[in-house]
DNA sequence: GTGCCTCTCACCCGTTCGGGGGAAAATCGC
DNA sequence: GCGATTTTCCCCCGAACGGGTGAGAGGCAC
């Protein structure tokens, strides 16, 4: 699986006269939404339909209001991001959905990209990219900054966790014991050591505390 | 050390027909820098005069305009926020910043005010929250609106690491073993188990592990 | 079927870790 | 100077951990 980096020059696209690019704006940080309502503002053919500050209210908002372009931060009270992205597709099929987020945590990026995600921006990006990716969007395609694609590809790159490992590293993270996992898993002990050795060389780390280190700073397991 | 709760009602300090409050804002996301500046020049009474996008600059400008106020952002690439803080303070002890962050990170909080921050904003708060508090510091108070109070006293409740101990907390994270630790600080693996001993009840945590999690949960070691 | 992966479990063995003590310097505030 | 804190070091010891190796059961693909 490799991610395509078609970045679009901004105004590729020219809709007719008199429609607007129709967004919808969804973060939990009030001075966030109004930045980015205030940037698809001034720009031309583009305008904002709503706003939202959790991925609920996001859901509703779109049945409703069926906008062009959805701004989507991940990281939100309640119904997160990519948790939201999930459901509008799923009744929405060619919903046009654009991550944005703060944190270029690959994991999330990956997880929101695989629900149906059309492109995905960073916040530290100029008002510059962030207006190019939503005409490109509009325009069909599915648009990726050069850095941004970069990024995915190192994460499609790195190993994938199987599903019980993922279950260990939790537990892990929590402080248990491998005892203490085992019983929680309802596995032996042994099995639990078998996990976390592939787990190690997976993640290039030589103890649990490598791998619980590794697994926050790449957003496998969230903590707070 | 307690952090005081006078929270001031908007529009407390009127100030001199005329003039504004001057507001410098740094913030390393293009977006919230939009935003932050819509907000503020949206408020009576209340202007922008310069933006910075790291810590390096925001000196620069403070030096250069002398606002009333700096929103200044913790988080940010080559300089930091809390340097950035320390910087200015020392040529201008009378500098009135507020710090705007976006995580609770309650060890970036705490270092902040100590370095001299007047205040201390999240950036889930609403507008109305960011511009009394920007009014109340004008009026010459430290305003901290009540939750944010709460979260310092939590934090000033919690036990305080010593210097070696941080230290030592630091290269546990960096995926060190105690021989390791021990030679990156050039004394014996005795020692470091000792500071270890008393860096678990710290925390109350029972192994490395634990102690890794819960420094990067509290923000008292960054990774990334 | 044959292969591949995942999940499960087992055993051995050396190392590391963490808890329990104790204690001597150095630093700092009063 | 005196007490508190910090930093340094030491000992003992059992439990926990991590590496090596092997292997059976189940699922999925070709």
């Known amino acids: 699986m490799t991610f395509e980096t ?3 020059a901004p105004n590729m696209q020219q809709h007719p006269p008199g429609t607007s690019i ?7 940080h009030p001075p966030m939404r109004v930045g980015l309502v205030a940037l698809i503002r001034s720009q031309p053919g583009m305008d ?6 959790d991925g609920e209210r996001a859901i ?9 372009i959805v701004l989507m931060d991940l990281r939100m009270p309640g119904i997160g991001g990519v948790e939201a992205i999930q459901v ?8 046009r959905i654009i991550v944005l987020s703060t ?9 929101a990209m695989q629900s149906g995600a059309r492109s995905y921006l ?41 599903e019980r490992e993922r279950d260990v590293l939790e537990s892990l993270i929590k402080g248990r014991s491998n005892k203490e996992i085992a019983s929680s898993l309802c596995i032996s002990e042994d099995t639990v050591k078998s996990h976390l050795k592939t787990l190690f ?16 700073r790449h957003g496998i397991v969230h903590i707070k």
């Open 201 to 216: 060389s997976k993640l290039h780390v030589r103890d649990r505390t490598g791998a619980a280190v590794e697994a926050i």
């Open 60 to 68: 509703e908002l779109y049945d409703e209001l069926r906008p062009d």
């Open 122 to 162: 960073l916040k530290d990006m100029s008002i510059e990219e962030i207006a190019s990716t939503i005409r490109g969007v509009f325009a069909g395609g599915a648009v990726l900054p050069p850095s941004v694609a970069d990024r995915l590809n190192e994460r499609a790159e790195r190993e994938q966790l199987t």
């Open 88 to 95: 509008i597709r799923k009744k929405h099929p060619d919903a």
């Open 103 to 111: 944190y270029d945590l690959d994991e999330d990026i990956h997880r």
């Open 48 to 53: 904002v339909v709503a706003e939202a500050s």
């Open 22 to 28: 129709r967004v919808l704006v969804v973060d939990d």
């Open 6 to 8: 078609e970045f679009t």
